[in-house]
């Protein structure tokens, strides 16, 4: 008999849910993804998120999963928080054409 055994959620798999449904909520009253470490009102899912990008980034020890960074980007998740030092002028453009 042939029988396929599911593989038993791990400790590392329950939290890897609770964080992205975590982070969907944070998504959706805050309506953007730049969450980092300093976040005081989210701290804890604010250091999962630097950790995250960590291990994409093949830093730390937290290891990630193709599967893992599909989903995270199909919500949304920021792999980068710099700020560009480039103004958007796109932006600029629409300001001033409004103010016209």
């Known amino acids: 008999m042939n029988m396929v055994q599911a593989r038993p959620v791990g400790a590392s798999d329950a939290l890897f849910e609770q964080r992205i449904e975590e982070f969907k909520e944070f998504k959706e009253k805050h309506h953007h993804c730049d969450l980092g470490a300093s ?10 998120c630097k950790n995250t990008r960590s ?5 730390g020890t937290m290891k990630i999963t193709k599967d893992r960074i599909r989903r995270l980007e199909a919500i949304g998740f920021k792999w980068s928080l710099r700020k560009s030092k480039k103004k958007n002028t796109a932006v600029v453009d629409q300001e001033c054409t409004l103010n016209l």
């Open 39 to 48: 976040s005081k009102e989210y701290k804890s899912l604010g250091i999962w």
């Open 55 to 59: 291990a994409y980034n093949g830093k």
